[in-house]
């Protein structure tokens, strides 16, 4: 499956982005979609899950702050993000794992920054 993300931008601290990861199948919305991140020389890192009933869970760095929901309609997954921080600046992915096709997209880049 293919996924697109959306919404990455330069924002102040404090301030909110929403971010979009769109799926071209509908086996989308069967299996657990994830959001990493990635800053520069810096591990990947996992940030968000959401498994296929909704159930979310979040990494300790963010919580209380993103929010991750999904549409199955759409295909689609939303991380919503308050209070940003500018240790949130990072490349996000959205990832998608269907047996043993392991599936990425190309990334979206948020930048916290006064």
């Known amino acids: 499956v293919q996924l697109v993300e959306s919404g990455g931008g330069l924002v102040q601290p404090g301030g909110s982005l929403r971010l979009s990861c769109t799926g071209s199948?509908?086996?989308?919305?069967?299996?657990?979609v994830k959001w990493y991140r990635q800053a520069p020389e810096q591990e990947r890192e996992l940030v968000a899950s959401?498994?296929?009933?909704?159930?979310?869970d979040y990494a300790d760095s963010v919580k209380g702050r993103f929010t991750l929901s999904r549409d199955n309609n759409k295909n689609a997954a939303y991380l919503q993000m308050n209070n940003l921080k500018p240790e949130d600046t990072a490349l996000y992915y959205c990832?998608?794992?269907?047996?043993?096709?392991?599936?990425w997209g190309q990334g979206t880049q948020v930048i916290v920054s006064s």
């Open positions: 990832n998608l794992r269907a047996g043993t096709s392991d599936s």
């Open positions: 199948e509908s086996i989308f919305k069967l299996y657990a």
């Open positions: 959401i498994a296929w009933n909704g159930a979310a």
